[in-house]
């Protein structure tokens, strides 16, 4: 259920919804009271080593508790996405990545606690250095160097980090793990 829908009361005069605010923006009819919900930010990175590998953290905690994804969380107010992926990276697997490039961004949707929050989430390929040593700390039940080509779309957590796995494969440069060709060498 979206968040306006459970809102049954104005936040600012208290005015009942019944049903719930009729949409996103909520707006009050009594007071005039206006808020937006959504949608909130979020980043993820796939870090790719010498062998073209990425690492995948298996995540211990609701939502998609057990499915993999790449390292990665919510946006905090005044950080930018960078400084939100290396902060993420470091929580979740103990180091951050260094240098990042912008691969691309997909909506989302994330349900917890009975509502469904609207996501936008943005997503960078960085390279490992080759000597990191990552944990299985914050969330994580299990992290994993996995052929980014060939993990089974089944077990990723979210249709978002699906979309940037294909977008990831028509970006990458083959001779270069880790790299992407300019956009207007994609391949297909
Ligand atoms: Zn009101």
Redesign the pocket.
């Known amino acids: 259920m979206k968040a306006h829908q459970r809102f049954r009361h ?6 009942a919804f019944p049903g719930g605010a009729a949409a996103d923006p909520l707006r ?6 206006v808020y937006y919900f959504g949608p909130t930010c979020a980043t993820a990175a796939l870090l790719i080593d010498a062998a073209g590998r990425a690492l995948f953290i298996r995540r211990a905690k609701a939502p998609a508790e057990g499915q993999l994804g790449m390292p990665g969380g919510f946006i905090g107010e005044g950080e930018t996405a960078e400084e939100a992926v290396r902060r993420e990276f470091v929580e979740e697997v103990g180091f951050a990545p260094e240098e990042l490039d912008f691969l691309c961004s997909y909506p989302n949707s994330y349900d917890y606690k009975g509502v469904t929050y609207p996501v936008l989430d943005f997503f960078f390929v960085a390279r490992a250095r080759g000597d990191e040593e990552p944990q299985a700390l914050d969330g994580v039940a299990s992290v994993h160097w996995l052929d980014p080509l060939a993990v089974d779309p089944a077990e990723i957590a979210f249709p978002s980090m699906v979309q940037a796995l294909e977008c990831y494969r028509r970006r990458r440069d083959p001779a270069r793990p880790g790299f992407l060709l300019p956009e207007g060498a994609m391949r297909d």
């Open positions: 104005c936040p600012s005069c208290g005015e009050c009819g009594a007071c005039g009271f």
